[in-house]
């Protein structure tokens, strides 16, 4: 028991910068106070004190915030940061090194009996505010950003975002891809790729793949009209039409990207 102990306070020196000492952690950290009474609770549930097992939930829900079912599974050095509101439901399973900020659900999508919570795999990380809904899959080393919705697993190493939430797998080639990426947004004036690689948006990188697939077509076409016109073709000769950003006045796109919209036309800008 005291070795649990001992592991799940060096969790969270591991795992949080603002732990200072020994003592500090063990009286004013309420995530572990939860995961230590939930180990209480979870042992009268199996032997069938269901009752008591739901009451000392409840208690430890009163003082820290956190709800965790007493027959959910949590695994060694689970670590809750900040903790208030997050909800563990009856099925859900925690593997080992997980981390938990606040605000997260692992809630169910069924009033049916069985497995209707989520499954946690090692090392995964759930942002703020998530909701893990349903008998799905986190895998290893996944990432689950905040205020996310997922509904669908989570493959191992990857990263989840937005709502629903979207699976994103970095590959290493995409490193080399990313520096080129960014040297054209920088012309256009609008960086789609300003994002952290731990929470990137599917919706950004979008964007800046057809950014980049205009920028190549705008290159193409400066580079043909360049031959014609050394051959003696009259093309060429007009200017694109302008577009001005108060055109975009009403369309809730961002002050920045209406000025990227407008230098794609107007350099000049």
């Known amino acids: 028991m005291f070795e649990r102990v001992k592991e799940d306070i060096a969790s969270v020196f591991h795992r949080d910068p603002a732990a200072r000492n020994t003592l500090e952690v063990l009286f004013n950290y309420p995530g572990l106070h939860a995961i230590w009474v939930h180990r209480l609770s979870h042992k009268l549930w199996h032997i069938k004190l269901y009752w008591l097992a739901r009451f000392v939930s409840n208690l430890s829900r009163f003082i820290t915030g956190i709800e965790i079912h007493p027959a959910a599974v949590l695994g060694r050095r689970v670590f809750i940061d900040h903790g208030m509101g997050v909800v563990i439901g009856e099925t859900a399973i925690v593997g080992d090194d997980v981390t938990l900020y606040h605000g997260v659900t692992l809630g169910g999508t069924s009033w049916s009996a069985g497995k209707r919570h989520p499954t946690l795999e090692n090392n995964s990380v759930i942002g703020a505010g998530a909701k893990i809904l349903g008998p799905i899959t986190i895998g290893h080393n996944a990432r689950v950003g905040s205020n996310s919705v997922v509904v669908k697993d989570v493959p191992n190493g990857a990263t989840c975002v937005g709502i629903p939430g979207r699976n994103i797998l970095q590959k290493k ?21 300003a994002i952290s690689e731990e929470n990137p948006d599917p919706v950004a990188s979008a964007l800046g793949l057809m950014l980049e697939h205009v920028h190549l077509m705008d290159t193409k076409v400066e580079e043909m009209c360049k031959v014609i016109q050394s051959l003696g073709g009259d093309v060429c000769t007009q200017s694109l039409p302008k577009l001005n950003a108060e055109d975009f006045a009403q369309t809730g796109i961002s002050p920045v990207l209406k000025k990227a919209a407008a230098e794609a036309f107007d350099p000049s800008i």
Do not use: T
């Open 173 to 193: 080639e995409d490193k080399e891809r990313d520096a080129k990426r960014h040297a054209i947004a920088k012309k256009y004036g609008f960086d789609a790729y």
